[in-house]
Structures are given as structure tokens and as C-alpha cells.
């Protein structure tokens, strides 16, 4: 059994380590599931963070050579809906940019894009187009997301012995 003294000192190494363990641990696992969670939501469905689905792809206009929507069709690709799924270099090169997260005094940033150039280029484009991040989480994938770090927290407690 600890004194108080060393429950103290525990409490203390608990809370000033548990941002950097937590941002570690989101980075490399819950980013992982959260990234796959984006992406298989996008390309089985095409609906938005915000809810509803993205705009259509262009269809062919009266007199106009052709269309995207053709054109994916005739690769074999869907066009029910908008999936950002061609070539699949902007899914492939979709993750948790490492550079770009941030320990803050009172939590983390861990931020999602292209890992390539290329890649954030057409979730640029993209977001640009349908006038809103295509990337960004659902209200229930934020709520998972939250539950997730929950559970982390939870494990590193005990695993400081408190």
C-alpha cells in the first residue's frame, strides 16, 4: 500500500506524462482505426461529416464530349455517389500527419490529411469543391473517438498504479 506522500507523486508523474501518452497512443492506434473509419465511410456510402452525401459527379451536358461520371464508369468504378476513389493515391496516402500534432499544456491536436503532396492537393481541391472538409468526422465518429481516449486514459491510470 502507498503512503500518501508516494500516491502523490504518482498522481503528479501520472498527470504530467498523460498528454504525451495519450497523443502517442491516438497517433498510432486510434488514428489508424479513425483514419479507416473516414475513408470506409466515404467509399462504401459518400456521406459527409456533416451528414448527407457529397455532390454528384458531373454528368455529361447536352453537346459535350463527355463527363467524369463517364469516365469512371467506364473504368469499372460506381457513380451513385461521390467516393474520391480513382486511382486510390488520396486514400493510400491518407493518415495521421505526425508533423503537424501538437502537445498543448491541456491536451493534443492529432491532425489527419495527405501524407504526399499530391494527396492533400486533391483533398484540397476537394474540400474546396464541395465547400467543406471531406475529411472531417461525423458527430458519432467524434463521440467514438472521445470514448476511445476514455478507455486510455482509464488503462494509464491503473497502469501508474492509481
Not at 66 to 81: D, M, N, W
Not at 126 to 153: F, H, N, P
Amino acid at each position: 500500500m502507498d503512503t500518501i506522500g508516494e500516491y502523490v507523486k504518482k498522481l503528479d508523474k501520472f498527470s504530467k506524462d498523460l498528454p504525451m501518452l495519450i497523443m502517442n497512443e491516438t497517433m498510432e492506434t486510434v488514428g489508424a482505426d479513425i483514419r479507416a473509419t473516414i475513408e470506409n465511410r466515404i467509399v462504401t456510402t459518400g456521406n459527409k461529416g456533416s451528414g448527407g452525401r457529397f455532390t454528384e459527379y458531373k454528368k455529361k451536358k447536352s453537346g459535350a464530349p463527355g463527363s467524369y461520371a463517364e469516365l469512371r464508369r467506364l473504368h469499372g468504378l460506381q457513380i451513385t455517389f461521390k467516393d474520391f476513389f480513382f486511382s486510390g493515391e488520396m486514400w493510400r496516402n491518407f493518415n495521421v500527419l505526425r508533423d503537424q500534432c501538437k502537445l498543448y499544456p491541456d491536451g493534443f491536436l492529432v491532425r489527419f490529411g495527405g501524407v504526399s503532396k499530391r494527396a492533400q492537393d486533391i483533398i484540397d481541391g476537394q474540400s474546396g469543391y464541395e465547400k467543406e472538409d471531406i475529411i472531417d468526422l461525423t458527430d458519432a465518429e467524434t463521440e467514438a473517438l472521445g470514448k476511445r481516449i476514455d478507455q486510455i486514459v482509464l488503462r494509464k491510470f491503473k497502469e501508474y498504479g492509481l
